[in-house]
T-cell receptor
Framework: EAQVTQNPRYLITVTGKKLTVTCSQN?????MSWYRQDPGLGLRQIYY???????DKGDVPEGYKVSRKEKRNFPLILESPSPNQTSLYFC????????????????FGPGTRLTVT | QKEVEQDPGPLSVPEGAIVSLNCTYSNSAFQYFMWYRQYSRKGPELLMY????GNKEDGRFTAQVDKSSKYISLFIRDSQPSDSATYLC????????????FGTGTRLTVIP
């Protein structure tokens, strides 16, 4: 089954304790992306990756890191989480990046609800 | 001003009603327009996708794009309780985009 998986689904942590949210896709997609979703603000892109070892900042990258060492995996790292990073996080993947062909369907993971106290 | 504006609702309708969901945008470079549906505790899933202006129909769903007014709509005919979800519009320019620009979502409840 084609899917994007994220782990963990729920996480409560304290300020400053480093954490990693994993993301994996089994569709051989080139493009992967992380979003955060907040009430009244919608989905905002944090980082994206156009292929292995190619990553770049989205709209709200501060406080986050990513890596893309393998095509299927795109972990999101919070080195020193703060309460303003409490949010619902989604990983997404698509065959190509937006603007390149008709493959606009981004497949989203189930989400990770993060609470930083 | 946000690039994409969407009324957050919530919107409650009786089963069988016609539903109209809308977004406006400010960037005239947007060429690709999408509607995503997001059920509670799930990630968004692509519902409809259109390029440039015009209409596209898929079963009970019709997407309309009016580029002259920078306005897009999603119509749902014969709405069902299973349509209860949050609907997100998204759009992108033709080239040079690394991102989709999302609306904040409209929460729809269809009452049996």
């Amino acid at each position: 089954e084609a899917q994007v998986t994220q782990n963990p689904r729920y996480l409560i942590t304290v300020t400053g304790k480093k954490l990693t949210v994993t993301c994996s896709q089994n569709m051989n997609h080139e493009y992967m992306s992380w979003y955060r979703q907040d009430p009244g603000l919608g989905l905002r892109q944090i980082y994206y990756s156009m292929n292995v070892e190619v990553t770049d900042k989205g709209d709200v990258p501060e406080g986050y890191k990513v890596s893309r060492k393998e095509k299927r995996n795109f972990p999101l790292i919070l080195e020193s989480p703060s309460p303003n990073q409490t949010s619902l996080y989604f990983c997404a993947s698509s065959l190509r990046r937006p603007g390149r062909g008709a493959s606009y369907e981004q497949y989203f993971g189930p989400g990770t609800r993060l609470t930083v106290t | 001003q946000k690039e994409v504006e969407q009324d957050p609702g919530p919107l409650s309708v009786p089963e069988g009603a016609i539903v109209s969901l809308n977004c406006t945008y400010s960037n005239s470079a947007f060429q690709y327009f999408m509607w995503y549906r997001q059920y509670s505790r799930k990630g968004p899933e692509l519902l409809m996708y259109t390029y440039s202006s015009g209409n596209k129909e898929d079963g009970r769903f019709t997407a309309q794009v009016d580029k002259s007014s920078k306005y897009i709509s999603l119509f749902i005919r014969d709405s069902q309780p299973s349509d209860s979800a949050t609907y997100l519009c998204a759009m992108s320019p033709q080239t040079g985009a690394n991102n989709l620009f999302f609306g904040t979502g409209t929460r729809l409840t269809v009452i049996p």
